[in-house]
């Protein structure tokens, strides 16, 4: 976080499961789906909860890189759709597609291209992308950086108010 005034929002694993079980939880009443799509990295813990909750057997992967640590960069499809994934989507096919997060929306933007019938959902959503998302849990504001549970250690942390004690 280089901004002072950006918030900071720390996730537990504990936590993180809970909220993935409620994007579960809430696509229950959508139906039922043929396939999930994982956005590699961040999607793929809470695809593997959804997945678990909805009886959903096949779980494809999509990797889309636009961060570097914690600055966006170009969007780069690191690895596509496959090619059955796409084939059962054209034939009709209910497809679920799950990320963490959408933050600027420009990894969706991407994503949506490659399935535009697809059901999007996140678990944390940010005001800039909350369009291109179907289904979301919590909305946080655009200048939160969410700490997910593998990108922290537990460490000293210092008063909100200053001081060291």
Do not use: C
Not at 48 to 64: D, G, H, K, S
Not at 85 to 102: M, N, R, S, T, Y
């Amino acid at each position: 976080m280089n901004n002072p005034n950006q918030k900071s929002f720390p996730v537990s694993w504990d936590q993180f499961h809970r909220d993935s079980r409620a994007l579960a939880w809430r696509l229950t009443g959508i139906g039922t789906f043929d396939a999930v799509v994982a956005i590699a990295r961040g999607g793929l813990v809470p695809a593997a909860i959804v997945a678990r909750e909805l009886n959903i057997r096949t779980v494809e992967t999509v990797a889309v890189k636009s961060y570097d640590h914690q600055n966006q960069s170009g969007i780069q499809v690191l690895k596509p759709i496959s090619q059955p994934i796409l084939d059962l989507a054209k034939k009709g096919g209910k497809i679920l597609i799950v990320d963490d997060l959408v933050d600027t929306g420009s990894t969706a933007r991407v994503v949506r291209d490659m399935l535009p019938g697809a059901h999007f959902a996140t678990v944390y959503a940010k005001p800039m992308g909350r369009e291109l998302v179907d289904t979301f849990i919590t909305e946080v504001s655009q200048d939160t950086w969410i700490f997910f549970p593998w990108d922290l250690d537990v460490a000293y942390a210092a008063p909100i108010g200053g001081g060291t004690d």
